[in-house]
């Protein structure tokens, strides 16, 4: 057990970002078939993070390279805590903490768009926050533990006492991901669209890092998606990676299918569904 708890967070820091790329060109090659493109290769992703280190720094502001660096860090330490088995709220506060350097890292650029979508990605981050702690709360009152290890190895899945958390948490996942409808803050590939959002006045190695940093935020969130559905059965695995697989493939038909809600609809439609879902689940779990 002791070895694995330092084997696991090895493997993140090495393979997140290669998992990431990996379904990021999957993501972008399934997104160019539904618009009837054929799309570029699946490791392309891979080859513009490479030449984006080799481009020139040329920053708006000194300060962004290590508001996103900062970023990075903090992201992997969070999957590295998750892996390791600590607790799952220490792990969403850190993630929380990585975000506001984000924002910070988009605010320092000076940029009208910039700025525009520095405040809706704090608006975002507003908006998930609520269901992120109710579902570490929700996997302690299924499980008796915050720690992500022990959760696993329940003889029972956690998702059987909370749907509702799931549900809610899937809201979350979208928001996570920069997917429509809920893509406020940032426009992706499958959008093409000229201004970027929160990369507008970013380049180079900036971008770079923004995007690595992007890929482990993805492996991460798809792991807490999985926790939901592991235990003691090792066979519980494979059920969590055909069921994360199938979320990401819901996810990319929602991006391509769905248009982009406007902030003000964001916040209220994912408090609503916080309460609505979170809420009869906790009632549920607390009356059992």
Not at 10 to 33: E, F, H, N, Q
Not at 204 to 210: E, P, T
Not at 222 to 235: D, E
Request: with cysteine.
């Amino acid at each position: 057990m002791e070895v694995s708890r330092i084997i696991m967070p090895i493997l993140y820091v090495v393979l997140a970002p290669l998992l990431g790329a990996l379904l990021t060109g999957c993501d972008r090659k399934i997104s160019a078939r539904m618009q009837r493109r054929v799309g570029p290769p699946i490791l392309q992703p891979i080859y513009d993070v490479i030449k984006l280190f080799k481009k020139q720094v040329i920053g708006v502001d000194r300060a962004q390279g290590f508001l996103l660096f900062t970023n990075l860090i903090l992201t992997v330490l969070t999957g590295c805590l998750f892996c390791l088995g600590m607790d799952l709220l220490m792990v969403f506060f850190i993630l929380a903490t990585s975000s506001s350097f984000l924002y910070l890292a988009v605010c320092v650029t000076g940029s009208p768009m910039s700025s525009m979508a520095a405040q809706r990605e704090l608006v975002q981050e507003m908006a998930v926050e609520p269901a992120t702690i109710l579902a570490a709360l929700g996997f302690y009152l299924a499980t008796g533990s915050f720690g992500t290890l022990r959760i696993a190895s329940q003889p029972v899945s956690a998702i059987i006492k909370t749907p509702g958390f799931f549900i809610a948490f899937c809201f979350v996942l979208t928001v996570r991901m920069r997917k429509s409808p809920f893509d406020t803050a940032q426009s992706e590939h499958a959008h093409q669209e000229l201004v970027q959002g929160i990369t507008t006045e970013m380049g180079a190695r900036n971008l770079a890092m923004f995007q690595i940093t992007e890929w482990y935020e993805t492996i991460l969130m798809l792991g807490v998606a999985a926790l939901y559905f592991l235990n003691s059965n090792p066979w519980s695995i494979l059920l969590a990676v055909v069921v994360i697989l199938a979320l990401y493939f819901v996810e990319i038909l929602l991006d391509n299918t769905c248009a982009r809600l406007k902030w003000k609809d964001l916040l209220i439609d994912l408090w609503a569904v916080t309460l609505l879902c979170d809420g009869i689940n906790l009632i549920i779990l607390m009356m059992i």
